[in-house]
């Protein structure tokens, strides 16, 4: 099985502060993504990413950045948290062998900016 | 760009009614749609996926979707709901180097 694993399951940071959202998967996959759930609108794409080293912003990338820099590892950097970030943030991740791959899921990290 | 509209952002029903989520997408090409399905306080679990080859398309705990492109929905059914069935359900709709858009979710709810 796939395994999706990120660092926290619950953060409390304060407004200013630099963050960091670990993810991780076992499973040698190319594309990894991190979105954030809030209720209401679903699920929106921050950054992703298709190779180390390399990102794409997605949706709404502003106040967000990322970085590969192992293939396993893929991390979403909040660069000065403020309280809109507040949020449920998902890392996720697939192998890009045909057009409708599924993308696996970590269990969410639950950020609040306080 | 793809989109993926959901209708009810919560749906009701009695244990061993029938569950009828729907979904309703906007694509300029073939489209590649998923279900997922939210547990509290757990990551996303696929249901199932659309895959050319047939237009039901039969998932896990008993769910199955029906590909409608006359009307272009991917709904997704399940004859008789169980309490375990309580969740929430996201419709999604793949686009350029796999990313996936999302519904907005709907929150099933069950009652005994």
């Known amino acids: 099985d796939v395994k999706v694993t990120q660092s926290s399951r619950y953060l409390v940071k304060r407004t200013g502060e630099k963050v960091f959202l670990e993810c991780v998967q076992d499973?040698?996959?190319?594309?990894m993504f991190w979105y954030r759930q809030d209720p209401g609108l679903g699920l929106r794409l921050i950054y992703f990413s298709y190779d180390v080293k390399m990102k794409e912003k997605g949706d709404i990338p502003e106040g967000y950045s990322v970085s590969r820099e192992k293939k396993e590892r893929f991390s979403l950097i909040l660069e000065s948290a403020s309280t809109n970030q507040t949020s449920m943030y998902l890392c996720?991740?697939?192998?890009?062998?045909?057009?409708?791959?599924?993308?696996?899921f970590g269990d969410g990290t639950r950020l609040s900016i306080l | 760009a793809q989109s993926v509209t959901q209708l009810g952002s919560h749906v009701s029903v009695s244990e061993g009614a029938l569950v009828l989520l729907r979904c309703n997408y906007s694509s300029s090409v073939p489209p590649y749609l998923f279900w997922y399905v939210q547990y509290p306080n757990q990551g996303l679990q696929l249901l199932l996926k659309y895959t050319s080859a047939a237009t039901l398309v039969k998932g896990i705990n008993g769910f199955e979707a029906e590909f409608k492109k006359s009307e272009t929905s991917f709904h997704l059914t399940k004859p008789s709901a169980h309490m375990s069935d309580a969740a929430e359900y996201f419709c999604a709709v793949s686009e350029g180097f796999q990313k996936l858009v999302f519904g907005t979710g709907t929150r099933l709810l069950v009652s005994p």
């Open positions: 996720a991740s697939l192998v890009p062998r045909g057009e409708n791959q599924p993308q696996h």
């Open positions: 499973m040698d996959h190319e594309n």
